[in-house]
């Protein structure tokens, strides 16, 4: 049998252009042989469809245009696996389609019926044959692999899980060189085929890299990462086949392809939203500058467009040096990266608010300012708004950058400040794009600071609190505000695990005050593409929380579970109690019964007594059937031979070999 990976990108949501492109990708698959066309898991509906899986309309389209799509693909003699997010007893579910024989069959939804009603495990593998050929379909390999039914020959493995920059395995093929897969496939002895998506389906991310594996572990074919691909591979089971030695397969970088995912996420944000332009606020800084270098790769240097704003908070000589160096560094990086740059003035905040503005009140005007014209320039240049928010700016300054327009997309909304350095490193490889002095350490405490500054803006700056809160956090490193960080909202750690605690627990605390403090504004935020294992639009705490885990104070962690347990056991102490006490009263209402001492009575209950009581009733139970047996061979004598009743009314002697065991008939 030959199969094919179909590694397409499209728009979420695209039903008949899915269709129409699956289609097209079956007719190429054909030309080359190809048995079985699989395409990627989050190509319909994404794989965080809310509240669209249940809309009847969407499913009767979707069921609908796949029926259509199976027809079409009879003539071509072409199988195809087809997965889809549904609704299944109210809750979402992973479907796979197969389309087969002019039919569109939700494999999983009916082997769930079928094993529902025979006790079988309702989400095991659903297993069928193609082209003689025994395959299972799975969204976890991990787990499934050690589940297969026997005869097995080959696993499609849909990847579900979008691109984390921790977890190597969700980059498929490139992370197959340093052990992941082969083990558990080896394990099994089965070929494994690897459906990697490829793009940005919402905020979710993934970087593409299909392979065919077989049952020895080898990789036998791999598609490209980063890129549309159709991957078509014989399996055959028992031959050993040319495969991709290790030193051949793609290596995992880590900002490598954190790099490359952010510009698949916003290419594609871009292309959803029917833009190819894109339009941001260059501030000379770090973050704004890799940004920019970002939307180049993405879209092209003629499609972006930077936004230069002049700032109005310049008192001294040596603020004024700072202001025109900075003007010019924008204006460097423009012509370097070969964008447009359209330049303002500084807007006269005063006259915007009316009134006289403090210098803490400047900034934050002037930001809104900026906002109000990015937005303007977007719709002007039809171009998509693009924030340089980074995740740590998100985390302890939201609800200042909340309070102006920061556009709709912001790429590095799930990276840590401090990974920008190492980001800006790894785009200045492939031509000095990033200004030198920005890809330094300084610039990423300049930066750290300056996030600081405005999370004071954002309603700290009229309490008591504001200077001490500076006075606290401003020491601490950027890497290391970022590993709080990082362990607390990525991890979900508790607070006595988070670094730092032992050493500054006041800092710690403070952070993550700010943290739980800006929950409703990060909700106002651009949309940030998801490259991490827990973004904050993952991270969802109630927006009027008033708790912050501040740690347990040295006592020991109680959870609901050990509350149940101690119940039970409470309740079953109780109940040994009664049994106890009922015991105690019926002895002692049999004690006065027979005139039995309390002292007698307590020995009878202790282990002694009992022992003594169980062979006395064994004795006695062997002389009362004595005594029954003397008694029946006394009337045997006397009575009539045969044991029947008499003439005269007489009972029936009992056969003298019965036994007739006294306590038994009691």
């Given at each position: 049998m030959n199969i094919a990976l179909a590694q397409i990108d499209m728009r979420l949501g695209d039903i008949e252009g899915i269709c129409a492109r699956v289609e097209s990708q079956a007719v190429l698959a054909k030309q080359q042989g190809a048995?079985?066309?699989?395409v990627p898991a989050p190509l319909l509906g994404g794989i965080m469809p809310g509240g669209l899986i249940d809309a009847t309309n969407y499913e009767h389209e979707l069921v609908c245009s796949l029926e259509r799509l199976a027809t079409r693909l009879e003539d071509l003699g072409v199988v195809a696996l087809v997965p889809a997010m549904v609704s299944y007893g109210g809750?979402?579910?992973?479907?796979?389609?197969?389309?087969?024989?002019g039919h569109a069959v939700p494999a999983r939804t009916m082997l769930a019926y079928r094993r529902e009603q025979n006790s079988d495990d309702l989400w095991a593998p659903p297993?069928?044959?193609?082209?003689?050929?025994?395959?299972?379909?799975t969204f976890d390999a991990r787990r499934d692999l050690e589940l297969l039914p026997r005869g097995c020959d080959i696993v499609?493995?849909?990847?579900?899980?979008?691109?984390?920059?921790h977890d190597e395995s969700s980059s498929a093929v490139a992370s197959v060189a340093d052990g992941h897969f082969r083990r558990k496939v080896a394990d099994a002895g089965v070929w494994l085929a690897c459906m990697a998506p490829v793009g940005a389906f919402d905020e979710a991310v993934y970087t593409g890299g299909s392979f065919v594996m077989d049952e020895a572990g080898r990789v036998v074919a791999a598609a490209p990462c980063f890129e549309e691909a159709l991957l078509v591979q014989e399996v055959r089971r028992g031959m050993q086949l040319p495969c991709i030695e290790t030193h051949e397969l793609p290596q995992y970088r880590r900002e490598e392809w954190l790099w490359e995912a952010l510009v698949l996420a916003v290419r594609d944000t871009a292309a959803a939203r029917g833009c190819h332009r894109a339009a941001l606020v260059l501030a000379g800084d770090l973050s704004s500058s890799l940004a920019a270098a970002l939307c180049v790769d993405a879209l092209g240097p003629r499609n972006v467009v930077g936004l230069l704003v002049e700032r109005s908070e310049v008192f001294t000589p040596a603020q004024e040096a700072e202001e025109r160096e900075r003007v010019e560094q924008v204006r460097a990086l423009a012509t370097n990266l070969h964008i447009r740059l359209v330049e303002h003035e500084a807007p006269d905040t005063a006259a915007l608010a009316d009134r006289t503005l403090t210098r803490r009140e400047e900034p934050l005007l002037r930001e809104q300012a900026e906002g109000i014209l990015l937005e303007?320039?977007?719709?002007?240049?039809h171009a998509l708004p693009v924030s340089s928010i980074t995740k740590t700016d998100a985390a302890i300054s939201a609800p200042a950058l909340a309070s102006a327009y920061r556009g709709v997309m912001a790429p590095f909304g799930d990276v840590y400040l401090s990974n920008l350095e190492f980001l800006a490193r790894v785009r200045n490889r492939s031509g000095a794009a990033v200004p030198a002095r920005l890809v330094t350490l300084n610039a990423v405490e300049h930066a750290l600071s300056e996030a600081f500054a405005r999370a004071m803006r954002g309603g700290w700056d009229e309490t008591e609190w504001a200077d001490h809160i500076a006075r606290v956090l401003t020491p601490l490193e950027p890497s290391q505000v970022d590993g709080i960080l990082e362990a607390h909202v990525d991890r979900n750690l508790p607070f006595e695990d988070l670094p730092l605690v032992e050493t500054d627990r006041e800092a710690v605390s403070l952070l993550l005050v700010l943290v739980r403090q800006g929950e409703y504004a990060r909700r106002m935020l651009p949309m940030a593409p998801i490259v991490s294992g827990r973004s904050f639009s993952e991270r969802l705490w109630p927006s009027s929380l008033a708790w912050s885990d501040l740690g347990r104070?040295?006592?020991?962690?109680r959870g609901v579970d050990a509350l149940a347990r101690e119940e039970l056991g409470r309740i079953s102490k109780k109940g040994d109690e009664y049994g106890e006490r009922v015991r105690g009263e019926v002895m002692g209402l049999i004690g006065d019964m027979?005139?039995?001492?309390?002292?007698?009575?307590e020995h009878l209950q202790s282990e002694e007594g009992q022992r003594k009581i169980r062979e006395n009733l064994q004795r006695f139970e062997g002389q009362v059937q004595e005594a029954i047996n003397r008694i029946i061979e006394h009337a045997g004598q006397e009575g009539p031979s045969d044991g029947r009743p008499s003439a005269a009314g007489g009972f029936e002697v009992p056969h003298p070999d019965r036994n007739f065991p006294f306590f038994s008939q009691n």
């Open positions: 048995d079985l066309l699989c809750a979402p579910l992973f479907e796979v389609f197969v389309l087969d024989r297993v069928f044959d193609v082209a003689g050929t025994r395959i299972a379909v499609v493995y849909f990847q579900a899980n979008a691109f984390d920059v303007d320039l977007a719709r002007q240049e104070h040295g006592e020991e962690p027979l005139g039995i001492t309390p002292e007698q009575l």
